[in-house]
């Protein structure tokens, strides 16, 4: 028996650092397929696909924390798409596989971060691309 799940998703996820203060949320929307082959001896094929558009971002940063005269600033981040994949093999209890995961997020606002050394100056998130790939191996309990 072959199955085909399909669903539709959206995440909210934050991070804060201390030191170098910065803080970040964004809000994906994501379109999902999983794809379960039946391979016999119960072993099942797992590959799966996700495409994500980023629907808005938040960025804080602690430029103070620099101590070169800039202000803190919050930029908001409005587009950006990614995508995830893996291809995993289950047996019972136990799973093994590969997955990818891409991020590009377009540039941010340009906040204004001080005047320092007599200029104005901003603050802005730069256009950021991220690739992970890695290699797991899951018990279910």
């Known amino acids: 028996m072959t199955e085909f799940p399909i669903g539709f998703s959206r995440r909210e996820w934050s991070r804060v650092w201390t030191g170098w203060a910065a803080a970040f949320r964004f ?20 590959p799966t696909l ?6 808005r971002g938040r960025q804080a940063s602690k430029l103070s924390d620099t101590g070169l005269g800039y202000i803190d600033v919050t930029n908001e981040q409005k587009g950006g798409r990614g995508h995830r994949a893996s291809l995993v093999l289950e047996k019972d ?43 797991e191996l899951r018990y279910r309990f």
């Open 27 to 46: 809000r994906p929307i994501s379109a999902w397929a999983t794809a379960r082959f039946h391979l016999g001896d119960r072993w099942v094929l797992a």
């Open 50 to 55: 996700e495409a994500e558009i980023f629907t």
């Open 93 to 135: 209890h136990w799973a093994i596989g590969a997955w990818t995961h891409y991020w590009h997020i377009d540039d941010s606002d340009v906040q204004f971060a001080g005047v320092v050394g007599g200029i104005p100056r901003g603050g802005r998130e730069p256009e950021n691309y991220t690739r992970e790939y890695g290699l």
